[in-house]
């Protein structure tokens, strides 16, 4: 696999995974932090914020290493799909097995105008997914995928 | 009872369902209602209102069911219209069928009708099903049905089959009695009377939940048995047709090269008599699998129980090359005895240029045959602890559900090789089944 070239989804794709764990992570932290601060000492309260900073700094590092994680590459025959840390993954859905592509898009993706590539296959348990793409990039990659699916089907 | 009807009516005018299909559709719940009915009047001396009534909503919504579906067969499409207040329009591509199963359950026998079902591969989509038809006509109809499936004339008369294996139902019988789920049930009895006897203070409870267990295990045997009994393969030009049942009677019919995998299982207790059973998946839709209430479902064998030459053989006819042997090697590196300790012993996998097959198990193996080309797609997948063991998991998906083939807990060369070859061999697959 070493021959193939990677690409990365949108780095709006990460803005949008930073915004979603600054807008979860910091008012609990404040939230945390007051309660503690309020019912005990001031004290608790710097240190449960220290604890908060820390915590989401670290889900940060990890949500940052799972978008890194992300690729997907178009080879001649078949999409090639890489995802996790923990866990890695990588399926290789030939073009001629797509039965059809969804393209979607969340609140949070649609602020960065971004969008999410799914391939369904006749087998259920195929999981292939492109997430995080320029909606641009993803309208192209579907109308790519769509054509080169159309040129090479196979029957079941 | 309409009889068959001229061929020339069947294709382009709207035909309804058989007039007799509401009461077989409510068959079996008004039996059941009528009983109650009858047992409780018997008893109170009073007839059975509330019963009644429901019988008589069971039949009405049958008979509404009944007129507002219509049917045919135009333009390589089976179209059915239904529905009272939603109407709903199945327009079915004949093309696309993976199969088309003639199911009669015993009601429906009684009257001399069969259900005719569409089987399709799209997921979620609703069931195309004709229930009930006369059964000269439902034969014709699967004929018709098969005919443009296969892009003949619709009015190409049915192909003669040629019955090829026939599995006694003494042997069906002996199999679910020497099924794993059965003597679950004989080791239930066997515990309820030693408890009973050991300890006669808690004979009730301990005997209740017993024989409650034992129960369920024959109810299910005694349903598998039922299922499959005089089970017959027989071969068409358009297709294997599966046949069996004793109260419910199916014909299910497979077109050729619609296999999408093959299971061939060697259970613990089929040993001394050297039985072996094969199960075979299509790419059906979850709903026709389970069968809603109104449709009736089918088994899932290939070949319920025979030696092993029978299903060598038959297995070579529905998948040619397919040989069935457990892999030869074991393909799972050391540090594998350490995830599945247990399944390491068979966890094997190997291919050649048109089948692959991985063989599963912990006490005795069983192999998934898949052709190369029906691959859908190839994943890998390595977790945390994997990677520390430089171990890799490749799983094989094809557009049945029952199996997946997998190669679990390979050591992370072997894995990458998979990954890296398996999809090139597909398409080449592929390309010579097209060929």
Redesign the interface.
């Known amino acids: ?1 070493s021959d193939v070239v990677w690409r990365s989804p949108s780095t709006g794709m990460w803005r949008a995974r930073r915004l979603v764990l600054l807008l979860i992570g910091v008012p609990t932290t404040a939230v945390v932090a007051i309660v503690v601060g309020v019912a005990g000492a001031a004290p608790a309260g710097a240190a449960a914020a220290a604890v908060g900073a820390v915590a989401t700094a670290v889900v940060g590092w990890l949500l940052w290493r799972r978008y890194r994680a992300w690729g997907y590459a178009e080879r001649a ?2 999409l090639l799909i890489r995802r996790g840390i ?9 073009y ?2 797509m039965q059809f592509i969804d393209v979607t898009a969340g609140p949070i993706d649609r602020m960065y105008g971004l969008a999410t590539v799914q391939l369904h ?8 997914r492109i997430p995080g793409l320029d909606r641009a990039d993803a309208e192209l990659l579907r109308d790519h995928l769509a054509a080169l699916g159309e040129a090479r089907a ?1 029957g ?1 | 009872m309409t009889g068959p009807e001229p061929i020339g009516q069947v294709t382009d005018s709207w035909s309804r369902v058989h007039p007799l299909s509401p009461v077989v559709r409510a068959g079996r719940a008004v039996v059941g209602l009528l009983t109650i009915a009858g047992v409780n009047s018997a008893s109170q001396h009073q007839p059975p209102w509330d019963a009644l009534g429901l019988a008589v909503v069971a039949i009405v919504a049958g008979v509404v069911y009944w007129r507002v579906t219509r049917w045919r067969i135009q333009g390589g499409e089976l179209q059915i219209d239904t529905g009272l207040l939603r109407r709903q329009q199945i327009r079915v591509p004949l093309t696309q069928i993976q199969g088309v199963d003639l199911v009669r359950p015993l009601v429906a026998r009684m009257f001399g009708v069969a259900e005719v079902r569409v089987v399709l591969a799209s997921h979620g989509a609703a069931p195309a099903r004709l229930a009930y038809i006369a059964e000269e006509r439902a034969v014709s109809v699967r004929a018709r049905l098969l005919a443009i499936a296969h892009g003949l004339d619709a009015d190409v008369p049915a192909p003669p089959e040629r019955p090829i294996i026939a599995v006694p139902p003494s042997r069906i019988i002996a199999a679910g009695l020497a099924s794993a789920r059965f003597g679950f049930g004989i080791v239930f009895l066997v515990s309820g009377i030693v408890v009973g006897i050991a300890a006669p203070q808690v004979i009730a409870p301990a005997f209740t939940t017993f024989f409650l267990l034992l129960a369920l295990t024959l109810v299910a045997t005694g349903r598998q048995v039922s299922a499959e009994w005089d089970f017959r393969v027989a071969e068409a030009p358009d297709g294997l047709r599966l046949e069996s049942g004793l109260l419910q009677h199916r014909a299910e019919t497979v077109p050729y090269g619609r296999i999408q995998a093959v299971r061939w299982v060697e259970p613990l207790l089929w040993r001394p008599f050297g039985w072996v059973r094969l199960e075979f998946d299509v790419a059906r839709q979850r709903s026709a699998e389970r069968g809603d209430r109104q449709s009736a479902a089918t088994t899932k064998a290939l070949f319920p129980v025979g030696s092993r030459e029978e299903a060598r053989w038959l297995l070579a006819r529905v998948l040619p090359g397919a040989t069935g042997e457990l892999p030869v090697s074991c393909g799972v590196p050391a540090p594998a005895l350490l995830r599945i300790p247990l399944a390491r012993r068979y966890a094997r996998m190997q291919h050649d240029a048109t089948y692959l097959s991985c063989s599963t198990g912990r006490v005795r193996p069983s192999v998934v045959i898949m052709p190369l080309a029906k691959i859908q797609s190839v994943r890998w997948v390595q977790g945390p602890w994997s990677r520390k063991l430089n171990l890799a998991s490749v799983y094989v998906d094809t557009a049945g559900h029952r199996y997946t083939g997998s190669a679990a807990f390979r050591g992370v060369d072997e894995a990458q090789q998979l990954v890296a070859t398996l999809p090139g061999l597909a398409r080449d697959a592929r390309r010579a089944a097209r060929a």
């Open positions: 696999m025959d078949d923990m866990v890695r993954r990588l399926s290789v859905v030939p001629g097995r296959t006749a087998a259920a348990a195929t999981d292939a196979t079941l």
